[in-house]
């Protein structure tokens, strides 16, 4: 069983950044795909990044220029760096861990308002 805590969410003026935090627990972090969902009201859940545990990266086109996902494999987590951030980008992100199971963490709620 895999557990994933997410982090950094909150509150933010458009133009700024976040970094969101993504913990597991257990032992599998290192060979899993991690990622990262967003799901906006009223919207579908959709995929913003990935990373695979080779550093294969793939992104939403709707962030490539403005949202970098990375892993720290000794911490078990993966982060998602936030600038240059758009009201659109409101939602709740949620982190993913797959490993022949998938798993999600609770979510973490991004704002962003003037």
């Known amino acids: 069983q895999v557990q994933l805590v997410e982090s950094g969410g909150g509150l933010v003026q458009p133009g700024g950044s976040l970094r969101l935090s993504c913990a597991a627990s257990?032992?599998?972090?290192?060979?899993?795909?991690m990622g990262w969902y967003r799901q906006a009201p009223g919207k579908q859940r959709e995929l913003v990044a990935i990373?695979?545990?080779?550093?294969?990266?793939d992104s939403a086109d709707s962030v490539k220029s403005r949202f970098t996902i990375s892993r720290d494999n000794a911490k078990n987590t993966v982060y998602l760096q936030m600038n240059s951030l758009k009201p659109e980008d409101t939602a709740v992100y949620y982190c993913?861990?797959?490993?022949?199971?998938?798993?999600w963490g609770q979510g973490t709620r991004v704002t962003v308002s003037s």
């Open positions: 990373i695979a545990s080779g550093g294969y990266i």
């Open positions: 257990g032992s599998i972090f290192s060979r899993a795909v």
């Open positions: 993913y861990c797959y490993a022949g199971t998938g798993y």
